[in-house]
Nanobody, 121 residues
Framework: QVQVVESGGGLVQAGGSLRLSCAAS????????MDWFRQPPGKEREFVAS???????NYADAVKGRFTISRDNAKNTVYLQMNSLKPEDTAVYTC???????????????WGQGTQVTVSS
């Protein structure tokens, strides 16, 4: 069973940067795609970015050009580098370990506790 733990959230001014970390562990670690989600206050959770352990990446339109997802295989850790932060980026950010069951269905085997990111204007 894979487990994930997020860290790196905090308070930052608009235009600033922050890097989130998602440390993963488990016997089947290398079989998972890692996804980042966020949930702004009073809104539904939304997809942010994903990365496979082979390095394939995907981003939500709202963060393209500003956020970068990466990994450090030696540390079994996935990162989300967030630059040019905006107040609308304020949310609880969560990472999840995912597997594609089919071309349209994804199974999530682990969710982190979430880390708060607050961007002040």
């Amino acid at each position: 069973q894979v487990q994930v733990v997020e860290s790196g959230g905090g308070l930052v001014q608009a235009g600033g940067s922050l890097r989130l970390s998602c440390a993963a562990s488990g016997r089947t670690l290398s079989t998972y795609r890692m996804d980042w989600f966020r949930q702004p206050p009073g809104k539904e959770r939304e997809f942010v970015a994903s990365i496979t352990w082979g390095g394939g990446k995907n981003y939500a339109d709202a963060v393209k050009g500003r956020f970068t997802i990466s990994r450090d295989n030696a540390k079994n850790t996935v990162y989300l580098q967030m630059n040019s932060l905006k107040p609308e980026d304020t949310a609880v950010y969560t990472c999840a370990a995912a597997k594609s069951v089919s071309s349209t269905v994804t199974r999530y085997d682990a969710w982190g506790q979430g880390t708060q990111v607050t961007v002040s204007s």
